[in-house]
């Protein structure tokens, strides 16, 4: 019998709700009695990165995904003791400890990251998020300003040059992996968890 922990992988594009939707999935999930430990693909961006194309920090070249596969092969076999993070305001790198609990399901969520995941790591389920461009919009500019402190005119015009150019090119692609869609803000998580369960 395989005792690897199963990782299943939410992606989709920008403030499509993936990070919401992690969370709610690992309270649907606990209530059922397992144990999942969350992973961002956001916390492997590269602390060094330095735009040099077309898509500045909305290219898949923008993350870690080295140290993405490493942690993620480590989780797998439960001898992560702790977890990368970084932060969008200062783009440093740092880390965190992981509870002593044990896990027995990975979620790890992310625009960038899961391209590189489905071709080096087992996954047992994609799951890949469709919101409507206008409310992901509206989303990205207000968590931008508010949580990431962005002027609103830089705001703008990443998401018009760089965003929506990215997720043509890198996050779009990922539907084809998908074994489940899920649409808007209001998902559906029975068919996500009768998946998992």
Same mark, same amino acid.
């Given at each position: 019998?395989? %005792?690897?922990v199963p990782?299943?992988?939410?992606?989709?594009?920008?403030?499509?709700?993936? &990070? &919401?939707?992690?969370? @709610?999935?690992?309270? #649907?999930?606990? +209530? @059922?009695?397992?144990?999942?430990?969350?992973?961002?693909?956001?916390?492997?961006? !590269?602390? &060094?990165?330095?735009?040099?194309?077309?898509?500045?920090?909305?290219? *898949?070249? +923008?993350?870690? &995904?080295? #140290?993405?596969?490493?942690?993620?092969?480590?989780a797998r076999?439960? #001898?992560?003791?702790?977890?990368?993070?970084?932060?969008?305001?200062?783009?440093?790198?740092?880390?965190?400890?992981?509870? %002593?609990?044990?896990?027995?399901?990975?979620?790890?969520?992310?625009?960038?990251?899961?391209?590189?995941?489905?071709?080096?790591?087992?996954?047992?389920?994609?799951?890949?998020?469709?919101?409507?461009?206008?409310?992901?919009?509206?989303?990205?500019?207000?968590?931008?300003?508010? /949580? !990431?402190?962005?002027?609103?005119?830089?705001?703008?015009?990443?998401?018009? !040059?760089?965003?929506?150019?990215?997720?043509?090119?890198?996050?779009?692609?990922?539907?084809?992996?998908?074994? *489940?869609?899920?649409?808007?803000?209001?998902? /559906?998580?029975?068919?996500?968890?009768?998946?998992?369960?």
């Amino acid at each position: 019998m395989d %005792q690897c922990v199963p990782i299943v992988c939410i992606c989709g594009p920008s403030a499509a709700g993936k &990070t &919401t939707l992690a969370a @709610r999935l690992a309270d #649907q999930l606990r +209530a @059922r009695g397992r144990h999942p430990l969350l992973i961002s693909c956001d916390d492997y961006y !590269r602390c &060094t990165w330095s735009p040099n194309s077309s898509y500045a920090f909305d290219t *898949v070249d +923008a993350i870690d &995904t080295d #140290q993405l596969r490493l942690q993620l092969s480590a989780a797998r076999y439960r #001898q992560l003791n702790s977890l990368r993070s970084y932060d969008m305001r200062s783009r440093k790198v740092g880390s965190k400890l992981l509870k %002593q609990e044990m896990y027995d399901l990975v979620l790890v969520e992310g625009s960038y990251g899961p391209q590189h995941l489905l071709e080096a790591v087992p996954i047992a389920l994609v799951v890949y998020i469709e919101t409507p461009l206008l409310l992901r919009l509206m989303k990205r500019l207000w968590r931008d300003v508010r /949580d !990431r402190h962005r002027p609103v005119s830089y705001v703008i015009r990443q998401m018009l !040059r760089e965003m929506l150019p990215g997720e043509r090119r890198f996050i779009h692609p990922l539907k084809r992996h998908a074994d *489940v869609v899920v649409r808007g803000y209001n998902w /559906d998580l029975e068919s996500v968890l009768n998946r998992i369960v």
